[in-house]
């Protein structure tokens, strides 16, 4: 009797996992519902494999459809396990305190975020006291060269170190976006001497954000930012601002101390 190939079922069931990974990073990055051709075109698999893996993560509940079953999407599964990371991450909990402080102080929204690849994430927010402020969100992701907390974040790497975490191409979000390299490391040594980042429309027109890095880790994970419409951000209130996020930044070195 043959012996079962271990190897090859092993290697099989490899693959088969990194597709299911890659299938629901898709649809985590692309909101709303899609067709099986949408989906096929956008991660490659064969049609039948990938109908396969759809309808099992459709049965539990990682993946949803229309009510004609022909449309797919992120599924609550995805928003559960979204949620316990964030309920079990010890910088979270241990900033929360220091973060209601900041919002409090400066009346405007306050995110804090972690560095994920090229990328920024944010963990935690609390919206600002005005009618006029930006609309952000847990889990929303955000190129780290075109934010004040990518920004300030990359600045605890040295320039070696930051040539092979950029993306090959830095893509503009605005007019005011850097994509030149060069642009960017000026600006990065720039942070590193007055010891936070700004961020004046780089990333959203009519909006201006401030951030400092967490130094519980070397090279830095977090940061936490202020974010502040350019129509209210007068010279005072930028002092105000950048002042109360200092002093922030120095508690949260504290209070993450332990966590390194």
Request: one cysteine or more; glycine letters at 6%.
């Amino acid at each position: 009797m043959a012996l079962p190939n271990t190897a090859a079922s092993a290697g099989a069931n490899v693959k088969s996992a990194v597709r299911t990974v890659e299938l629901l990073e898709y649809f985590a990055g692309s909101p709303g519902l899609h067709t099986l051709a949408e989906v096929q075109e956008a991660v490659g698999y064969p049609k039948s494999s990938l109908y396969m893996l759809l309808r099992t993560l459709v049965e539990l509940g990682w993946v949803e459809t229309d009510a004609t079953g022909t449309r797919y999407g992120i599924g609550v599964r995805a928003l559960l396990v979204g949620t316990s990371y964030i309920d079990g991450d010890e910088v979270v909990a241990a900033t929360a305190s220091v973060l209601d402080q900041l919002a409090q102080e400066t009346t405007e929204t306050i995110h804090l975020a972690r560095l994920d690849g090229t990328d920024v994430v944010y963990l935690a927010t609390r919206a600002s006291q005005h009618y006029l402020r930006p609309f952000t969100r847990v889990g929303r992701r955000l190129p780290a060269h075109a934010t004040a907390l990518g920004k300030a974040l990359l600045a605890t790497y040295d320039d070696a170190q930051i040539e092979e975490l950029l993306p090959p191409d830095l893509q503009p979000t605005t007019e005011h976006t850097h994509t030149s390299r060069a642009a960017l490391l000026e600006d990065l040594r720039a942070i590193r001497e007055r010891g936070y980042a700004v961020d004046r429309e780089e990333n959203t027109l009519g909006l201006c954000c401030f951030a400092v890095a967490i130094p519980y880790r070397t090279p830095a994970r977090d940061a936490v930012s202020c974010s502040v419409p350019v129509a209210r951000l007068t010279e005072s209130h930028e002092r105000t601002v950048r002042e109360a996020l200092i002093a922030a930044g120095d508690q949260l070195a504290r209070v993450t101390r332990r966590l390194a």
